[in-house]
């Protein structure tokens, strides 16, 4: 039996267009390191109405690049003719255009996802709370908070975030405590940031908190591992984060300004310091992290302002940390204060440049998603007007449902394994493994069920069939992928099994290969030539 060659160079030239569509990318960049630069032939601004505030204004970019899903996020507005300079606020969910899908006006930032119906946030008053967005219930937790929250899933408890005050020669300075809660408001654990930082590590601009009181951490993030049950505090002020011995308290190591690591930029040049008032710090792969670097306060030129997406590559054994990658923003973006940076699942970064005041008094806050060629895909910028400014601490792009990979049709040959694989993704970006389950039907009838443990910071984990039982002839392969309350996404495919004494003429392959790989080679020069 033979396929036909009409059936074979349909399937190199799609093989052929599919490769040098992949590398042929409407930009460029070099050693990784990527400054915005737009063009029209990619992206496409239009104006909206945003219907989270009344007459609030923006510009929108999005494209079918971008990661599909939604945003939760914290947004303010303040009118700064008001004498009492009053905010009004909302915790709320969009969709990618900005359509307002939830609200609730009673509720701020910090807010993540706690499980697949509930948030982690607080209130007005700064109480930490459990929202319910199922069921519209808000549990409060009996303690409160700034900046971050934390859960520790292992223990059932929640990391807070407290400031405290040490008097030294009748001077009070401002510190920063981890807090850690059971969800009966009950204090389990705490660790004083006096114990391992020093007066003399103040800022040398002078940071300070309400009554000029000098604000010697201001710590903004708290991230627990429960690999290691080890926890990782930023601190804004010094310039350096902490891996903290969660059973001890110890300090395992800092990198930053007071850290013990070398320091390394993308161009391998050695570095005093990497990131100077950051935020958002979050592990998202074994040993590299990704943090917002608002280049605020820097120490080696003040007159920097290029806020970043930053990921850190950090070796433990030769004590060495490198910027792996990194996408500096115009400094039109520059945000002084605020941030948040993510990894999500399709390669792309998502950047929260949240300051309400810029370069351009216009722009308000601005949210950005770069693919990993540092490339535009989807951004909304607040527009500024009529006294109106808008300001953002973070925001969490998430699904109601896990999301897998999209397998095309295939052919295989009888009573051979061949194995089809497709990635899986948690709702949102959890940082404990979730259990959930998946399904494979075969013509409509069900051929495997099993757990399936979706794999922290949003990293894919894997499902494989293989297709050898299957007999001659056309099949439909369905898999199904559930989080742990049933929520669900599907692929489904046709598998053509062929007699296993099938010949394919090949002979002919080479010209036709040849052919596609001097028109691709051809087509990567030209474009050259055009940049």
């Not at 510009?59 to 003719?81: C, K, Q, V």
């Not at 009181?213 to 930023?234: A, K, M, Q, R």
């Not at 099994?497 to 010209?511: E, K």
Request: a negative charge; proline letters at 3%.
């Amino acid at each position: 039996m033979h396929i036909s060659k009409n059936q074979g160079i349909l399937v190199i030239l799609l093989l052929h267009c599919t490769l040098f569509s992949s590398i042929l990318p409407l930009f460029t960049a070099t050693n990784d390191l990527y400054v915005f630069n737009p063009s029209s032939d990619f992206i496409s601004v239009e104006n909206l109405v945003l219907p989270i505030y009344e007459g609030i204004t923006a510009e929108l970019i999005n494209t079918d690049e971008a990661f599909e899903g939604l945003n939760l996020m914290y947004i303010w507005r303040l009118n700064e003719s008001d004498l009492f300079k009053r905010m009004e606020t909302s915790l709320i969910i969009t969709d990618m255009r900005g359509n307002l899908l939830l609200e609730e006006p009673t509720l701020e930032s910090p807010a993540e996802f706690y499980n697949a119906t509930t948030i982690l946030c607080q209130n007005q008053d700064q109480e930490s709370v459990l929202w319910n967005i199922a069921t519209g219930k808000i549990q409060p937790l009996g303690f409160f908070s700034h900046h971050d929250l934390e859960a520790n899933f292992e223990n059932n408890t929640i990391f807070a975030l407290e400031e405290y005050y040490l008097v030294s020669k009748d001077f009070p300075y401002a510190y920063d405590a981890i807090l850690e809660y059971d969800l009966d408001g009950n204090l389990v654990w705490q660790l004083n940031t006096s114990t391992f930082v020093h007066g003399y590590q103040w800022c040398p601009f002078h940071d300070y908190r309400s009554s000029f009181i000098p604000d010697i951490t201001h710590s903004n993030t708290v991230f627990y591992d429960p690999s290691e049950d080890v926890i990782y505090l930023n601190t804004r002020n010094l310039n350096t984060f902490y891996k903290i011995d969660h059973k001890t308290g110890d300090i395992i190591w800092a990198l930053g300004e007071y850290g013990d690591f070398d320091l390394y930029s993308i161009t391998g040049d050695e570095k005093t310091n990497l990131f100077y008032h950051s935020h958002a710090l979050e592990l998202i792969d074994e040993n590299t992290f990704i943090l917002f670097d608002n280049d605020y306060h820097n120490q080696t030129n003040p007159d920097s302002l290029n806020s970043r997406i930053l990921e850190i590559v950090v070796n433990e054994s030769t004590m060495m940390a490198n910027v792996s990658w990194v996408w500096t923003s115009p400094q039109e973006y520059h945000s002084i204060i605020y941030g948040d940076a993510d990894h999500l699942p399709n390669g792309n970064r998502l950047g929260v440049f949240g300051t309400h005041w810029k370069l351009n008094p216009e722009l308000g806050a601005i949210l950005v998603e770069v693919n990993d060629e540092g490339d535009i895909v989807w951004e909304i910028k607040f527009i500024n007007e009529n006294n109106i400014v808008y300001g953002l601490y973070n925001m969490e792009r998430f699904r109601f449902s896990p999301t897998i990979s999209q397998e095309h049709d295939t052919l295989v040959i009888s009573g051979t394994d061949s194995f089809l694989t497709w990635n899986a993704w948690y709702n949102y970006r959890a940082k404990h493994d979730v259990t959930g389950h998946y399904e494979i039907f075969v013509d409509d009838v069900l051929f495997e069920s099993n757990c399936i443990i979706y794999d922290r910071y949003w990293r894919p984990v894997n499902i494989s069939y293989n297709t050898n039982s299957l007999s001659v002839g056309t099949h439909n392969v369905t898999v199904l992928v559930f989080d742990e309350i049933g929520n669900s996404a599907s692929d489904s495919l046709e598998i053509t099994v062929v007699p296993s004494g099938i010949i394919v003429d090949t002979s002919w392959l080479f010209g036709i290969t040849l052919a596609c790989s001097t028109i691709g080679i051809a087509a990567i020069l030209y474009r050259k030539k055009q940049l």
